[in-house]
Structure formats: structure tokens, C-alpha cells
């Protein structure tokens, strides 16, 4: 057979050489071999090969968030890529349990040849961390240091220097910016919500009041709670009060943003918004995907090591439990579903507005136009 190209084995294509012989025991170094060490090299290794792919998934997707204008089609590749992202750590939550075969005993074989090496120290995750978005002011310190000190002295500016560049997190805040039909010709989306939440609370707040079930007390702390909500809703509809969340860390999209994050949600099942949705539900995935792996992390530590101080210097258990609540990325997008009031209350959206979303053409506004609108 003639090929189109030079032939070559599998082994020489995966490198095979390298790989498996990149498997170095300390334990056998120091005369004193652990079995399970060899387990807990091969997880590691592969977390570093699983975050280089991750790594290759969102600098591609920076790359297409670079343009001002995102097609359909680069859309769900995006879509896709971040789903990829997810099932990627999903994996690595899945090494928890073949690690956690080896027994806080067997750890304790070869852990105290380790010291200072730590998971920490893995410049790949936080290269991850900074693309995503996850800012320095958001991280914990790490044995009162920042992150960056414990890094190699060769590696640490080319981590850093990804904090100076545009973040998944800016680039989906830009692209929720450039998001049409907020505020059409015929249809102000904001006000006609805003009325919407307005008759929502009035209502449940007089059906509190004629309940005849209720006592004065339950009625009164009701009441409360309607108010209490009420005026939660309220810093979404006062652009300065949002403003001022922002400087306090409450939330971290921009005004604009936080709208058209919820008009797509709202909205999910008009047809040109429905990839918009899989790209924010994208986001959500990962984000808790992660959330869940640190946590899980964190357990795991704990049973391996109980109180003790991890190979690295920290406290263990308790700073990687509090990095799971902590280094949230996408938290505006949890926080959002607070501001979800039913469907059935929902404005209702006029046909010319419904015929833009549903990609519908030739009416009155003209293919042109359908098109300049639906451009993000």
C-alpha cells in the first residue's frame, strides 16, 4: 500500500519510550520501595496530561471569543469544547476513587519522601484557573503567599502573565455585552420585566394578606420576605446599586451583561437564542464540575491525611474545602436564577420580536436587518 504520507508505529507515534519510563520512585531511590507509589505517580501524570488538553480546549476558545463577531457554527464549537472541558473533569473526578484505593497506611510508606512537592505547585492548574477567569484578588493565600511563590522561578511570570490577558470570564462578559434585543424598536425588555417582577410580588404579597390560613405573625414575616426579595430584585433595575455590588465583590458582570444573561435564560426556547443558553448552562457545568472536584479533593485529603499539614505546607483539608467555595468563576450565573420569575408571568413577547428570535425572514425588517440583529 502506498501511503500519502511517511508510515510510523504506535509506539513511536504516543512516544512510548518517554511515557512509560517517566515513572521514577523515590521510594526505590532511598532502598526502601513502596508499592502504591507507583499508583500515585501514574494519577498525578495523567492530571498533567488531562490539564494540557484542557488547557488546548480554552485557548481555543479564546481564539474564536477574539472576534467581534461569533458565527452560528463557531457558536457550538465553543458549546462544545467547553462541554469537552467538563467530561475532561468529570475524569479527574474519577481518579479520586482509584487514588483513594491506596490506604492512608500505604500513603504514609513513601509520603515523607515527598516533602515540599504538592499538587500545589502544578503550574498547568493554575494556568487553568487564570484562563477561566479566577482573579488574585479572589484567591486564598497559600501559607500567607501568593499562589505565584510557589511556583518554579523559570515558570512563575509565564503564569502571572496570563492574569494581564483576557479571561474566558471577560470574553463571555464581551460577548453578553454585544447581545441584541434588550431594547428594540417595539419591545424594551428591562421595563416590560421590570413590571413583570413588580405584579409578581403584588400578588403574592395579596395572597399573604387574604390568606385565611395564616396567622397575623405568619402574614407579617411573609410580608417581610416578599419585601426582603423585593428589594433584591431592585439592584438589578438600579444600574448604580448594581455598580456598587460590583465594587463589593457581589457580582462580577458588567450592567449590561447581567441583562442579557437573563433574557437568554428567560427566553431559552426562542430558536436563536437556545445556543446562547447551551453556552451559559456550559459554564454552569464547569463551574460546578470544578466546584465539585476541589471538594472532592478536599475529602480526600482529609482521609489520607487526616489534620495533618499537606506535603506542601498547608493546612490540607481546610484550604482546599474553602477553595471549592471560594475560586468560583462563573458564581454570577448561579446567582442569577435567584431573579427567575415563572413563565407564565413572563412579558410576552410581540410577534415582531418573536419573529427575529425564531430566525423567521422575510417580514418587514428584512433579511439584512434579521442578520444585524442576531450578529454578537
Known sequence: MKYNYPPIDYDKYLMLDKILNAQKLRSEEFKNPAH?????????????LWFKQILTELKSIGLIFENDFIDERDMALIVNRLQRVTKILRILLDQIEIIETMTPLDFLEF?????PASGFQSFQFRMVENLLGLKSEQRLKYNSHSYD?????DIA???KKIEDQPSLFDRVNAWLERTPFLNLENFDFWNAYK???KSTFNSEASIVKNHSGLSENDIKRNLEIIDQARSTFETLFDENAYNEAVKNGQWRLSYKSIHAALLIQLYRDQPILQLPFELIKALLDLDETMTTWRYRHALMAKRML????????????????????KHKIFNDFFQLTTFFIPRSALPELPKEVQDLLGFRYGHTCGTQSVNNHVEK
Not at 36 to 48: G, K, P, R, S
Not at 306 to 325: A, R, V
Open 36 to 48: 502504591d507509589e507507583m499508583l500515585f505517580i501514574i494519577v498525578h501524570q495523567t492530571y498533567e
Open 111 to 115: 509520603r515523607d519522601m515527598l516533602f
Open 149 to 153: 511563590k510557589s511556583l518554579p522561578e
Open 157 to 159: 511570570p509565564l503564569v
Open 195 to 197: 413590571t413583570a417582577v
Open 306 to 325: 487526616g489534620t495533618k499539614i499537606g506535603t506542601g505546607g498547608s493546612s490540607g483539608y481546610d484550604y482546599l474545602k474553602q477553595t471549592s467555595e
